[in-house]
């Protein structure tokens, strides 16, 4: 196909609808990049908001010679 069968003022058109589905891509891009930004900055936010703690707890497991697991001091096991 030759361009020189185009009649300018369509040329000008297409290229006028060309630029504007431009912008609005340029714009949504933009706004998906904002987004992502914050939604990470936000699930940052919300995970140092847990209190993490250094100390290692350990239990001790003993056992009583009858077959009875004794964890800790606090379950019903009568000595």
């Known amino acids: 196909m030759d ?5 300018y003022i ?3 058109g297409a290229m006028a609808i060309s630029e504007r589905h431009i912008k609005r891509l340029i714009v949504a ?8 930004f914050a939604s990470n900055i936000l699930w940052l936010y ?8 250094d100390e290692i707890e350990t239990t001790t497991y003993t056992q009583d010679g009858e077959g009875l697991n004794i964890i800790g001091d606090h379950n019903d096991v009568a000595d």
């Open 3 to 7: 361009n020189k069968d185009v009649p």
């Open 10 to 12: 369509v040329y000008e």
């Open 29 to 36: 891009l933009i706004i998906c990049i904002i987004l992502l």
């Open 46 to 53: 919300e995970w140092c908001q847990y209190d993490y703690v």
